[in-house]
């Protein structure tokens, strides 16, 4: 009986890692790419982590009380994995988020018990493309919220415990599970909690792992980027045109920028060869990793997390196929 967990939350974390040869082979890197199944966590991402982390901090800290609302501004991920540690901790969770996010995402909170409130986008914005401005609005409106009702307002975009949630576990695990055998490092910049707690994990192992953010093309500010006025791309959760407090950019090695257009096929082929079915930023992870090997990384290894699951994206143009029935 042993292996009977108390709850979910005992779920979170230690997710496996899988080494994608196929997908390697397909593109002809050398080298290997080893990716971290983070859409394995309850809430189907690499959110889950951060969720309980920092919920149990403040409640640890006294910062929020027993029965007290949480609130936060999301694009589904970690309002996803709030949503299933409120659930199991007693809190009345509300997630305040755009309505260009993906429905799957707001289906799945709603189903946890959580309370959605929706922000209406600009109108340059197209549904799918959450812009930096569209992102603005919604932690307005989550802060306006937390003010009015008395909430607990996460606030991941500046909390700490986003970070340290990762040095903690993700990072110690990825060294574990690798044996220390790793060269590179890559992930997609949304808050910045996971590249930020990870890299510095990473490197107080072994500072010669070299760490690389990943941006999308049009958002990229880090390595000298120059991004474009409020840029419009198919990654959700990220990639804002604004670089991010919890990241310390001593712990970045160089900027990878992913298109749309190779974000989507790499996610793509690497459901269809590995049956890792993820969302864009699991796409832009791999395919930074991918453009690693064919460069200074070639004959080396990378690692990177399958940050979310496909699932959550079957409403957008990333999974829409054509099907007779």
Request: glycine share 12%; charged share 25%; net charge negative.
């Amino acid at each position: 009986m042993n292996e009977v967990r108390k709850s979910i939350l005992e779920c979170i974390g230690n997710t496996p890692m899988v080494e994608i040869s196929r997908f390697c082979k397909k593109y002809g890197a050398e080298g290997k790419i080893l990716v971290k199944l983070e859409m394995m966590n309850p809430g189907a991402s690499k959110k889950d982590r951060i969720a309980l982390f920092m919920i149990e901090e403040a409640e640890r800290k006294g910062l929020l009380k027993p029965g007290q609302t949480v609130v936060e501004e999301t694009s589904g991920n970690t309002g996803n994995g709030l949503a299933v540690v409120c659930a199991i901790k007693g809190y009345p969770f509300v997630a305040v988020m755009s309505k260009g996010n993906s429905l799957e995402r707001m289906q799945m909170m709603k189903g946890l018990g959580a309370e959605l409130l929706l922000v209406d986008q600009l109108p340059s914005s197209p549904r799918g493309s959450v812009t930096g401005a569209d992102f603005e609005k919604v932690e307005e409106a989550a802060k306006e919220y937390a003010e009015t009702h008395g909430a607990f307002l996460v606030d991941q975009f500046y909390n700490p415990d986003n970070s340290t949630a990762h040095e903690k576990s993700t990072a110690e695990e990825i060294w574990r599970q690798t044996d220390g055998n790793i060269d590179y490092f890559t992930d997609f910049v949304g808050t910045g909690g996971t590249y930020a707690g990870i890299a510095k994990g990473l490197k107080a192992y072994n500072n010669a792992i070299r760490c690389f953010v990943v941006e999308p093309e049009k958002g990229g500010v880090y390595g000298g980027n120059t991004p474009a006025d409020n840029p419009i791309h198919v990654i959700q959760g990220g990639g804002y045109a604004v670089k991010r407090d919890l990241v310390d950019e001593c712990f970045v090695d160089g900027s990878i920028l992913i298109s749309d257009e190779e974000c989507t096929q790499v996610t793509r082929d690497l459901a269809a060869t590995e049956a890792i079915f993820g969302g864009y930023s699991t796409g832009a992870n791999v395919c930074a990793a991918l453009k690693l090997l064919r460069g200074e990384a070639r004959g080396k290894t990378v690692v990177c997390l399958a940050n979310d699951s496909g699932l959550k994206y079957l409403s957008t143009r990333l999974y829409h196929y054509e099907i007779n029935r």
